[in-house]
């Protein structure tokens, strides 16, 4: 029972941080996260957060970082990346951020530690996308 209202309070959290970065996307407000790691390099980074890659044989854990540009999971033996322009969609499912790639060669499963990390990693995702796919059509 205890579990239960745990979980359930998590949720709330997560709800709750979606409805205020929600209110902040649909104003062009993203928000941003100081980070020093490299492969970021000068792009701006929107979102950060540990994560692990369950479909992945080795289950690698590390960080999703969410830049300008991409998708970076850092952490395992490689990096992967996915640019914007690649990616046709960004799904939440429970603790779940899933990104699908444009061409359909892959999607990545990204396992996010909180409801609230999940839900906002993939708002985030799903607006940088968006930018990506406005900013092709306006060429």
């Known amino acids: 029972m205890a579990a ?3 979980l359930e309070q998590e949720m709330l959290e997560g709800l709750e941080r979606l409805v ?8 062009a407000r993203l928000p941003l996260v100081d980070t020093t790691h490299r492969v970021v ?3 701006a980074c929107h979102y950060s957060a540990p994560v692990s890659m369950p479909e992945d044989s080795a289950q690698p854990s590390g960080r999703l ?5 991409r998708a970076v999971f850092i952490g395992g033996a490689k990096l992967t990346a996915v640019p914007w322009h690649m990616a046709a ?8 951020v899933l990104l699908v790639r444009a061409d359909g060669t892959a999607a990545y499963r990204f396992r996010c530690n909180s409801y609230a990390d999940a839900l906002c990693g ?7 996308i968006t930018e990506a796919r406005d900013r092709r059509g306006s060429r």
């Open 122 to 128: 993939a708002a985030i995702a799903r607006h940088l």
């Open 20 to 27: 205020t970065l929600d209110e902040d996307l649909q104003a």
């Open 41 to 43: 390099g000068t792009d």
């Open 4 to 6: 239960d209202i745990e």
């Open 89 to 96: 969609r960004a799904i939440h499912g429970g603790r779940d």
């Open 65 to 69: 970082l969410l830049t300008a540009t």
